[in-house]
């Protein structure tokens, strides 16, 4: 998870969250939710993620939504990684939907 924050981050995505979610769902033990400014940027994130990470040798169990340029899942089963379009983000509010969900503090992870 920490890994994925770094990537997206050092890509300059926004509004980077991770929610652990282990303890409410079998889905996944986290959320990492990132938000980029426009569907370059979206793709961008979600390309860069899936290569630094299949050069780790961790490739994605699915990417959902590749071809919406709104929101782009990369379900990684431990971690799911969701990019989101900024208004598209703000429409589902995925956040507000886990907020039973322990918000990680990611701070140390994140240039300044």
Same mark, same amino acid.
């Given at each position: 998870?920490?890994?994925? /924050?770094?990537? %997206? ?6 509004? !980077?969250?991770?929610?652990? #979610?282990?303890?409410?769902? =079998? ?14 940027? /979206?793709?961008? %994130? ?6 630094? !990470?299949?050069?780790?040798? #961790?490739?994605?169990?699915? =990417? ?10 990369l379900?990684?089963?431990? /971690?799911?990684v ?31």
């Amino acid at each position: 998870m920490e890994k994925i /924050v770094s990537i %997206l981050d050092s890509k300059k995505a926004q509004d !980077l969250k991770a929610i652990k #979610i282990g303890d409410l769902t =079998i889905l996944a033990d986290y959320f990492v939710i990132a938000t980029g400014t426009s569907s370059t940027q /979206v793709k961008m %994130l979600t390309d860069e993620v899936d290569y630094q !990470l299949g050069q780790m040798g #961790i490739e994605p169990h699915k =990417i959902e939504g590749y071809r919406s340029e709104n929101w782009i899942v990369l379900d990684y089963t431990d /971690v799911i990684v969701h990019i989101f379009h900024t208004e598209t983000r703000e429409f589902y509010g995925l956040e507000r939907l886990w907020a039973d969900g322990e918000q990680v503090d990611i701070s140390h992870l994140l240039t300044k």
